[in-house]
């Protein structure tokens, strides 16, 4: 196997096997087992005619032997069989370039084309093909794309509108079909046969961005594509990074489904950034991006603030100090823009085209923009040119500032490092020989020194005041963008490979570099926090990362002083107000208060109406509940009357039941009794006939054993003759296998004389000749062999013979401790009868306490199943009336609830009014601060014109002031773009002048709002005492009521306890008596089986007895016989007879 990488993998359903598609040049596909951590079977598809890239494995959604492989130019299906991957099915995959595929059933494969069609397949073979129609997909195009698979959908693909599928997901009833940029396309299953399945929406991920309309960046090629569990969401992952969500559409004609995604957090750059900026005083980051947006990030929330998008190329950017305004480098001008809630809004241009590095001074009231080899310094106040230096041969890569605004620094391709004075327009100072620095960075270090740190590729070099302190080289990749935290002391750099780089600062310090990957393209820029608590970064995959800065801080004198200098600039957390906002915000808010008016009239109205209906109501349900309770207290007495008379009744029924109970008890003794005498001279004759059974069976015991020791005796004698006779065998065996041993030996030595001879001649002789020889060699080879076989099997029955002498042996010694076990067994039963006599006693006590147990378990069981009886028909009206009792209670609790929600939404609406109010009225405040502020200055204004129209006659005097005011009012005011706008120029109308004198409409309504507020407060205050005051009144009935039902409820549960336990008490008696199962529970027979069985136990408690003395007696008659005899092993089995009449005993001697 060659392949240097997979580029596709898939388990097998029962989770045995992995599938594992190699890369080229061979393609190779191998089949592992888990269990077992082997390879299976490999298959290389190299071999294939006109392969392309392989994109995609699958298994069956059942079959763990059949899979399915496709990619450009390949359509292939393979079963598994004796470990060998073999093709079946569909063979004209040569025809198709695809991308994906997915298993609709156990029958049907549907794979994705690039030419906008899904090829079906049932059962292997091809039955349809699927047109994807939609007018932006373009017209069909069989053109056969030649890209790598997937790896190349990063790219247009075809055109602007493509027809390549891209990823494919089934749910019940149809399937998703990814198939081209933004577009997913839902097929349905046709009931039609001949059909399949039928196209019914489009569904798009987002609109289309403006450089997707012009160039196509930004389009979004779906890669993967999946459904949730419940198949109720869609989740789609595209090539930008990017995964969007929305719900499955209904196939329902009624239902109107939603056909648009939306992102899973926030909507990221639609390919590489291009660059980015933080802002000095808020918590802020600005991301401009290649597809045209810019967008503004809060790093603290982790979340989008705004998204702008323009209709051209961008190439820089930077982010004014306090965060309102932003420049823009574009394809034609550099653009400076409010930053306002909703969007960002041009007010300004400046003639630089295609600028690639922007950066405000510190103090936000210059911009620094480069222009080729030219650095423009422009304010951003008067958006004049204030000078322009020209100090590089080359382009501009970088431009820094000092922390008081008083230089600049830039870095070009020319290796050139210079710092600007501003104010004069001169260098300060300058750096050669660096070799083309392409990012700088500058900071006040923590001795307030200015520090730069600027390089290019895998080195960096640290510049205070002019001159190199020390260059730290980085070989780990090429570092392309820089950032400092000087309390820290930290450095961030970004690779070309996407890692971030941290190191201390200044680099004197360094120590080893920390290294984490953070994108899957080049580190765009890295940005450390105003705050310095964060490090964001920018790829180019377009993602934005926040990391978090975790470093033991110091406590020296330098960083509590530079701490203390970062925790002193200001923050801005508002946006920036335009006057047209305030306009509108003032139209707002008189509509506002128009409609809190009329919604405030209407609600008094609806709130009357509404007071009369709950009143109406409220008295409705109180009479209703009031009669529901006379019917139920009604119902309560007439059962109580009712359960008195069954308690009476009952009591006469029980003693009727007692007296003819104990008559039937009496005759039923007498006929037991009978019953016993019968059984007991029934047993007397049954003892005479066991006594004879057993004399006539010590008889045939004797005899047996006589016989016995004759017949092992004759045993012996025969299998001693036949040790003999084989010993004698075996000498003669021996000394016949020693003299063929010497002839076997003889006949070899000449055999191998012959054969060298033979073999010296046929070294002369033919081929021909050489052959036969050699076919006697083996001949006679053979015949060695089959020699030596007998030998080998005579000496094998040797060892046999001399196994059964051993073999004869052993069973002699078996035989005698046999005989040793029968007489310690003969004592184990001796010992077990005496235990069983015990047994037998203590029998006898417990049938007769049981029969006394049964006759009163009897009485009772009867009892408790009449009293059972009864207490079922008394519960029966119980649990009816306890029934309605619950449906008036939950019909009781319904309409609490919906009273509830009355009161609630009527809460509601009045916080809803309350708080509308809040606002208007801190609008119109804030409205008449800003009108009074902006009279006092004008005020101020006009007096100083005043004086100034004095000094008419002294030119140099009025001169001065004229100065003065333009500095005051002009340059130093926070309201200079006030004093430019030509608004100022228009008189006022008599609405505005009417507003600034009285304060506007918002004043007059104030005092109408207050008192229909407080109205309404305790309109809501009496009915909420109202409801309050019924459902503490329903309460107490309702517990009332519950807990009369829990009193009858416990009743009938002690009674249910009694009945339980009185049955089984009963139960137990008649397992110990014998007339219940204990393992089943169920009765065997009625109380005749019971007498039966006394009389059985007791027939056999007297046969025991009587074999005891007997066996007792015999070893008497023993003691003279002499000595001792071993017996063979003889086994005695005892069963009781079917009838229960007497005891047959089995005697089993082997040999007999």
């Keep these: 196997m060659t392949s240097t990488r997979y580029v596709a993998a898939a388990f097998s359903p029962d989770e045995r096997m992995l599938a594992a598609q190699g890369g080229p040049p061979d393609w190779t596909l191998v089949l592992y087992l888990l269990e ?10 190299s071999d294939t005619p006109g392969l392309g890239p392989v994109t995609s494995v699958l298994y069956h959604l059942e079959d763990s032997g059949v899979l399915s492989v496709v990619g450009e130019r390949v359509v292939k299906l393979l079963k598994l069989n004796d470990k060998l991957l073999k093709t079946w099915g569909y063979q004209g995959g ?18 994705g084309t690039d030419v906008g069609s899904v090829l079906l397949l049932e059962e292997g073979e091809l039955r349809t093909e699927l047109k994807v129609s939609h007018p932006h997909l373009g017209p069909e195009c069989d053109k056969r794309s030649s890209g790598e698979g997937l790896v190349g959908l990063g790219g247009r693909g075809p055109g602007p509108r493509h027809r390549r599928v891209t990823a494919l997901a089934v749910f019940h009833g149809g399937f998703l079909c990814a198939c081209g940029p933004d577009k997913i396309f839902v097929f349905q299953k046709s009931e039609d046969i001949n059909e399949h399945y039928i196209q019914r929406f489009m569904m798009r991920l987002c609109e289309a961005s403006p450089a997707s309309v012009v160039s196509g960046r930004g389009e979004h090629t779906i890669t993967v594509m999946s459904l949730s569990p419940g198949e109720k969401t869609i989740v789609a992952a595209t090539h930008t990074s990017q995964i969007f969500t929305n719900p499955l559409p209904s196939l329902e004609p009624s239902k109107l489904p939603s056909l648009m995604f939306t992102p899973l957090h926030a909507k990221h ?32 929330n982790h979340n989008l603030l705004l998204s702008h998008a323009f209709r051209e190329d961008i190439f820089s950017l930077s982010v004014h100090p306090s965060g309102l305004h932003v420049a823009v480098g574009m394809t034609d001008a550099l653009r400076l823009v409010h930053v306002l809630f909703d969007c960002l809004r041009t007010y300004t241009e400046l003639k630089i ?13 210059m911009l620094a923009a480069a222009d080729g080899n030219l650095l423009v310094i422009t304010s951003s106040v008067t958006f004049k040119k204030i000078c322009t230096l020209k100090g590089h041969s080359t382009k501009v890569t970088g431009i820094g500032w000092y922390p008081d605004s008083s230089a600049a620094i830039t870095c070009g391709v020319d290796g050139y490092v210079v710092a ?3 104010l004069n327009g001169v260098r300060l100072w300058e750096v050669g020989s660096i070799t083309s620095p392409t990012y700088l960075t500058s900071t006040l270090s923590l001795d307030n020194h200015p ?30 963008c820089v950032d400092l935290a000087p309390v820290r002391s930290l450095i961030a750099l970004g690779t070309s490979s996407g890692k971030l780089v941290m190191n201390k600062f200044p680099l004197h310090l360094a120590e080893s570099f920390t290294t984490t990957v953070g994108h899957f393209g080049p580190v765009v820029k890295a940005i450390v926090t105003s705050d310095e608590g964060r490090v964001v970064t920018c790829g180019g995959d377009g993602v934005v990362v926040v990391w978090k800065i975790t470093m033991t801080q110091e406590e020296t004198p330098e960083y509590l002083a530079a701490r203390e200098r970062v925790e002193d600039l200001p923050q801005i957390l508002e946006m920036l107000v335009s006057r047209e906002d305030l306009k509108a915000k003032r139209e707002y808010t008189e509509e506002l208060e128009r409609r809190v008016s009329y919604l405030a009239r209407d609600k008094e109205v609806h709130l009357g109406l509404q007071q009369q209906e709950f009143a109406a109501s409220k008295d409705a349900l109180v009479a209703r509940y009031n009669h529901i309770l006379d019917q139920m207290n009604d119902t309560i007495q007439t059962l109580e009357k009712e359960r008195e008379t069954l308690r009476a009744g009952q ?6 039941l007692m007296a003819s109970h104990d008559t039937a008890m009496a005759e039923h003794q007498q006929e037991l009794r009978q019953k016993l005498l019968y059984e007991y001279s029934k047993q007397d004759k049954l003892e005479v006939k066991l006594k004879e059974v057993q004399r006539t069976l010590d008889r045939r015991v004797q005899e047996a054993e006589r016989k016995t020791r004759q017949e092992l005796q004759l045993r012996l004698d025969e299998q001693v003759a036949i040790v003999h006779q084989l010993t004698a065998d075996l000498e003669k065996t021996c000394v016949e296998l020693e003299r063929e041993r010497s002839e076997g030996a003889e006949i070899v030595r000449l055999v191998e004389a012959a054969t060298e001879a033979e073999l010296g001649q046929v070294r002369q002789a033919l081929h021909s000749q050489l052959a036969e020889e050699h076919t006697n060699v083996i001949k006679l080879r053979s015949e060695r062999a089959a020699l030596t076989k007998n030998y080998a099997t005579v000496q094998r029955e040797c060892e046999q013979k001399d196994m059964e002498v051993k073999a004869l042996g052993e069973e002699r010694s078996k035989l005698n401790s046999s005989i040793r076990g029968l007489e310690r067994e003969l004592a184990a039963l001796r010992k077990e009868v005496n235990h069983r006599d015990d047994v037998i006693h203590d029998r006898e006590s417990k049938i007769t306490t049981t029969r006394e147990r049964i006759g009163e378990l009897e009485k009772q069981r009867f009892l408790l199943e009449h009293q059972l009886n009864q207490l079922k028909e008394e519960l029966e009206p119980l649990q009816t009336a306890l029934d309605q009792r619950s449906q008036q209670i939950k019909q009781l609790e319904d309409e609490m609830t919906e009273t509830r929600l009355v009161v609630g939404a009527r809460d509601r609406q009045v916080k809803e009014l309350s708080q509308r109010l809040v606002t208007s009225r801190q609008l119109s405040r804030h409205l008449q601060q800003r009108h009074h502020s902006l009279d006092t200055t004008l005020t101020r204004v006009l007096a100083d014109v005043a004086a100034a129209a004095q000094m008419i006659h002294h030119p140099k005097k009025l001169k001065e002031l004229v100065k003065s005011l333009n500095d005051r009012y002009v340059r130093g005011s926070r309201n200079k773009q006030f004093w430019t706008r030509t608004e100022l120029d228009k008189p006022k109308s008599p609405e505005d002048s009417a507003m600034m004198d009285g304060g506007g409409p918002g004043e007059e309504a104030v005092p109408e709002l207050l008192r229909q507020r407080e109205m309404l407060e305790r309109s809501v205050a009496t009915l909420r005492a109202q409801a309050q005051k019924q459902t503490r009144a329903h309460k107490d009935k309702l517990t009332k009521l519950v807990q009369e039902n829990s009193e009858l409820l416990e009743s009938v549960r002690q009674l249910e306890e009694r009945c339980w336990r009185q049955e089984e008490d009963l139960k137990q008696a008649e397992s110990m008596a014998g007339l219940r199962d204990p393992r089943s529970g169920k009765r065997r027979a009625s109380r005749d089986y019971l007498i039966q069985t006394v009389t059985r136990q007791a027939d056999t408690i007297a046969r025991l007895q009587e074999q005891i003395r007997v066996m007792q007696g015999n070893p008497k008659k023993d003691q003279g016989r002499g000595p001792e005899i071993h017996m063979p092993a003889v086994s005695i ?15 089993h001697i082997p040999g007999l």
């Design 451 to 480: 520090t730069l740190v600027t390089g290019c590729g895998a080195s960096c070099t640290e510049i205070t005041e002019g001159e190199v302190v020390q260059e730290i080289p980085y070989g780990n990749g090429d570092l392309i």
């Design 420 to 422: 600007w004075d501003i």
């Design 94 to 111: 040569h025809n198709h370039n695809c991308h994906c595929q997915v298993w609709a059933d156990q029958h049907t494969l549907l794979i």
């Design 269 to 300: 750059h639609e390919g590489s950034i291009v660059d980015a900026d933080a802002c000095l005083w808020k918590p802020v980051v600005v991301t401009a991006g290649q597809d045209r947006t810019v967008r503004v990030w809060d790093y603290q």
């Design 36 to 45: 077992k951590g082997k390879v299976f079977s490999v298959l290389r598809l």
């Design 651 to 656: 009591d006469v029924q029980l003693k009727k």
């Design 353 to 365: 085209r295609r600028c690639a590095v922007i950066s405000f001074s510190p103090s936000g009231h």
């Design 1133 to 1147: 089995n005892s069963s009781e007879t079917d009838n229960g009449i007497g005891k047959a005993t089995k005697i």
